[in-house]
């Protein structure tokens, strides 16, 4: 079975400040890794996702992402942070032949001025 | 074009009655998930339909929860006596096909279910 480890359950920075939410995964197969972002009462939406070929994703809102296998890690950051990324992060992981996602805890992302 | 809708948005029931529970999904999409996210945690598979195949039900919890997608498109989750512990947010989420790796899942805005 696949599991998803948030190392930080809230990670507070100051606007302009770089940001990284971590996420460590655990899976005996091939994975597929994506982080969604939560903002407050909507929906979760998709940041970006990892299937294959080059390990460094870029999303939307200038985050991106690592893939490393050896580490079974797929970190996400910023080098900016603005205001308007606070917000909860989801770091998910899907594997081969099924379509469901296995969510991590979630990180609390808070932006101060 | 529109997203994922869901309703109620919020839904507060006694414990002991039934609750319905609907997702309308992306125009054309062919697959269909639900979630359910308990407070402070990140969402949690619960089925997921090809169609109106029911694929997958390994994540209901028991059997006082069943989901349908009768003509391939709207879906219920059905929550029969239902218990306070089932209180949660209740999330659906639609894609477009059955690629592998699999497509975007697109999310709706949830439905809060409050049992007291």
């Known amino acids: 079975a696949q599991s998803v480890t948030q190392l930080d359950s809230q990670v507070p920075v100051f606007e302009e400040a770089p940001v990284e939410l971590r996420c460590n995964y655990s899976?005996?197969?091939?994975?597929?890794l994506f982080w969604y972002v939560q903002y407050p009462n909507q929906g979760l939406q998709l940041l970006l996702k990892y299937l294959s070929g080059s390990t460094l994703v870029k999303g939307i809102n200038g985050f991106e992402a690592e893939f490393n296998k050896s580490q079974t890690s797929f970190h996400l950051r910023k080098p900016s942070v603005h205001i308007s990324d606070t917000a909860e992060y989801f770091c998910a992981v899907g594997v081969q032949g099924a379509q469901k996602l296995v969510f991590g805890q979630g990180t609390r992302l808070t932006i101060n001025p | 074009g529109a997203g994922v809708s869901q309703s109620p948005r919020y839904k507060v029931t006694k414990r002991g009655q039934d609750v319905a529970l609907r997702c309308d999904p992306i125009?054309?999409?062919?697959?269909l998930y639900w979630y359910r996210q308990a407070l402070g945690q990140g969402p949690e598979f619960l089925t997921y339909?090809?169609?109106?195949?029911?694929?997958?039900k390994s994540g209901l919890p028991n059997d006082r929860f069943s989901a349908e997608r009768p003509e391939g498109s709207i879906s219920t989750l059905t929550i029969q006596r239902t218990e306070q512990r089932d209180s949660a947010m209740y999330r659906c989420a639609s894609s477009f096909g059955l690629a592998n790796p699999p497509y975007e899942q697109y999310f709706g805005p949830g439905t809060r279910l409050t049992v007291t």
């Open positions: 125009s054309g999409h062919v697959s």
């Open positions: 899976s005996s197969v091939s994975v597929y």
């Open positions: 339909f090809n169609y109106e195949a029911q694929q997958d």
